[in-house]
């Protein structure tokens, strides 16, 4: 089973990224699938998953209104445009699939490598 992150890149403040998650080997039909991050020396935190139906998506509040999860489940394929990035942002990108619909990192089964995005102001 892979996870395979991409997209990430130097952007300036207020600019946008897409994210992209693509997963090989199983199908994650039944599995949700998020994005988490983790900023340098802090801890990685929840910002945005997607339910294995694709109808269900919830969002940290500091990405709200600015960053949008879509994707196809069935298909291991998750995307995530961010819009109106801010330097806060800054951060390595994970991707994870889990078989229940958490925000707590510990409960996802399988991890991409990460995509690191830096945002300058």
């Known amino acids: 089973v892979q996870l395979q992150a991409s997209g990430g890149g130097l952007v300036q403040a207020g600019g946008s990224l897409r994210l992209s998650c693509i997963a090989s080997?199983?199908?994650?039909?039944?599995?949700?699938m998020a994005w988490f991050r983790q900023a340098p020396g802090k801890e990685r935190e929840f910002v945005a998953a997607?339910?294995?139906?694709?109808?269900?998506?919830h969002y940290a509040d500091s990405v709200k209104g600015r960053f949008a999860i879509s994707g196809d489940n069935a298909k291991g394929t998750m995307y995530r445009q961010m819009n109106s990035l801010k330097p806060k942002d800054t951060a390595v990108y994970y991707c994870?699939?889990?078989?229940?619909?958490?925000?707590?990192?510990?409960?996802?089964?399988?991890w991409g490598q990460g995509t690191l995005v830096t945002v300058s102001s």
């Open positions: 994870g699939a889990d078989r229940g619909f958490s925000v707590v990192d510990h409960d996802y089964d399988y």
């Open positions: 997607i339910g294995g139906s694709g109808g269900s998506t």
């Open positions: 080997g199983r199908s994650f039909s039944s599995y949700s």
